[in-house]
């Protein structure tokens, strides 16, 4: 894209009122759009149909699109989108690569994204982006310093310090998902074997439950036409012996991350999410259970992991889309009459 045009869209976009923020996970792409004084105006959830690098920019400008018309407006209205992804995203020129769960490597988004929207846009990776939407919208008040955990299709984590979100060097800050935690384990998408994804992601819990009901172990789930991590967490809750010891191996192997997290950045509050922390009360009581254990053991880990360190987030929050609300947010100002993008997150 010219920088003729882009100043040219950016100008354009000055006396526009809403914004667009899209969520792109491993399963579904969330959008939400909303004015000026960040009320909501139109919600859209629909399910993930990205997995080649080649129409990406296509199947999320279209949900863009749609989502637009719940909200009964044109993209003529639009001042700026932001969108999270995962993998390694560049902010400054929106390429996104190591995308591992998604295939995409070396993927120009943003100029993609610009050229069929025609306004600007901001990309940033997804759970970094969610942290900063936490930290703009105060949802753990005066908190400074935490880390938002996301446990779904992947496991990652986003840092902020001192109300600064942290990219880390080669901005993959948080990537606790390949964190091997089994050596033993199953080969992950990432080329190693065990990693944290592979013992407590969704997939990897719903795939535990498969192959154990397929080597004759008994349970519940077994009449499940498609058992999922929600399938095995409620399970679990109700005294199933299998869905428990998944559930519980689940705990611990995601009590070691965190752990890890408080110990290298002693932060002050560990907020979880994602997908499988949909499951609520059974998700976070497996957790807390293994936390127990470790504060049992060790003194330092009592006295970092304090009680109360670790929340659930709230359902229904749309942290991801607000976080890309957040980035669309970081498009801001007015300079000589043309848009100034400033990729310092709150």
């Not at 001192?162 to 990432?190: M, N």
Request: net charge negative; charged share 20%.
């Amino acid at each position: 894209m010219t920088d003729a045009l882009v100043s040219d869209q950016r100008a354009q976009a000055l006396g526009r009122e809403l914004l667009v923020g899209v969520d792109v996970g491993g399963s579904k792409i969330a959008v939400l759009v909303v004015d000026g004084d960040l009320e909501i105006r139109g919600r859209l959830v629909v399910p993930t149909p990205i997995g080649n690098p080649d129409t990406a920019a296509d199947h999320i400008a279209a949900t863009v699109a749609t989502a637009l018309e719940t909200a009964r407006a044109g993209i003529e209205r639009v001042a700026a989108v932001g969108v999270g992804v995962p993998g390694r995203v560049d902010p400054d020129n929106g390429v996104v690569s190591l995308a591992v769960n998604l295939g995409w490597q070396r993927l120009p988004l943003r100029d993609q994204l610009e050229r069929r929207l025609g306004v600007p846009c901001a990309i940033e990776n997804d759970v970094r982006a969610a942290a900063a939407g936490i930290r703009e919208r105060r949802l753990l008040g005066e908190v400074e310093d935490f880390v938002y955990l996301s446990v779904g299709t992947g496991i990652s984590a986003g840092v902020v310090l001192g109300g600064q979100l942290y990219r880390g060097t080669r901005g993959l800050a948080g990537e606790v998902g390949h964190i091997v935690v089994d050596a033993d384990g199953p080969v992950c998408s990432c080329g190693l074997r065990g990693c944290l994804e592979m013992l407590a992601s969704g997939p990897a819990i719903a795939r535990l439950a498969d192959d154990a009901i397929r080597s004759g172990r008994q349970s519940t789930l077994a009449t499940c036409p498609t058992i999922t991590a929600i399938d095995v967490h409620a399970a679990a809750a109700t005294g199933d012996a299998l869905a428990a010891e998944i559930v519980a191996d689940a705990g611990r192997a995601l009590a070691r991350a965190i752990h890890g997290l408080v110990m290298t950045y002693d932060v002050e509050r560990v907020i979880v999410g994602g997908g499988v922390a949909g499951a609520g009360r059974p998700f976070l009581a497996s957790i807390e259970t293994a936390l127990d254990a470790t504060r049992a053991s060790s003194e330092l880990a009592a006295e970092m992991l304090e009680p109360g360190i670790v929340e659930l987030l709230p359902d229904g929050s749309d942290t991801g889309a607000w976080g890309a609300i957040t980035v669309a947010r970081s498009i801001d100002g007015s300079v000589d009459g043309q848009r100034r993008w400033s990729h310092a997150m709150p």
